[in-house]
């Protein structure tokens, strides 16, 4: 079956620490896309990428990286620089803007600070 | 920069008609999509709109109006299924990326 994956689903992190965040899709998607969800909020841009080897910051960049290595695959790293990590986040790919209107979403990765 | 705003909340009875809308500032977009969201649980896809009027899909309408800087979503004949959060979202010309707007949780009443 066609889809994305996250994982992994629930993920603890001590302060200081940096975590990585895994993203795979088998829907030869172009785009990829990070999202960010504090409780009852929106859906808040971290990082996209359109091609391979390719990404670009979003509105809260800071404190995150990520790599593109691969089509199928946009791991999110959290660094120790993120001040505030505890939040839900989302992965989602789709076919290039202009292109197709549908995003397709992981079930989430929920990270919490101990 | 863009924004989207939608209102946070809206109630509605089940089997009636609720409108979510959505405003918006953005200097130009390939079009206007929406999400539903699940407590807990992953957007998914429920309708797009490239050009300006009403899409149907189902119980679901979208609609959208370049001049006016706005769309709205439909939702038909509610159920209780239908209580989650609504995101419009857009992906602007230039950008290439998704931006979501606010959300509206809506709240479907017996």
């Keep these: 079956d066609g889809g994305i994956t996250q994982s992994p689903k629930y993920l603890f992190r001590k302060e200081g620490q940096n975590v990585t965040l895994s993203c795979e899709q088998n829907l030869n998607h172009d785009a990829m896309y990070w999202y960010r969800q504090d409780p009852g909020q929106g859906l808040r841009l971290i990082y996209y990428s359109q091609i391979v080897n390719d990404f670009q910051k979003g509105d809260i960049a800071e404190g995150y990286s990520v790599s593109r290595e691969k089509k199928e695959s946009f791991p999110l790293t959290v660094t120790s620089a993120q001040k505030n990590p505890t939040a839900f986040y989302l992965c989602a790919s789709s076919r290039r803007p202009g292109q197709g209107a549908e995003a397709f979403f992981g079930q989430g990765t929920r990270l919490t600070v101990v | ?110």
């Design chain 2, 1 to 110: 920069g863009q924004s989207l705003e939608q209102p946070s909340e809206v109630t509605a009875v089940e089997g009636a008609i609720v409108q979510i809308n959505c405003t918006y500032q953005t200097s130009g977009f390939y079009g206007l999509s929406w999400y539903q969201q699940h407590d807990g649980g992953a957007p998914t896809f429920l309708s797009y709109n490239a050009l300006d009027g009403l899409e149907e899909t189902g119980r679901f309408s979208s609609f959208l109006s370049r001049s006016d800087s706005y769309g709205y979503l439909l939702l038909q004949e509610l159920q209780m299924k239908d209580s989650a959060s609504y995101f419009c979202a857009v992906s602007p010309r230039g950008a290439n990326n998704l931006f979501f707007g606010t959300g509206t949780r809506l709240t479907v009443i017996p």
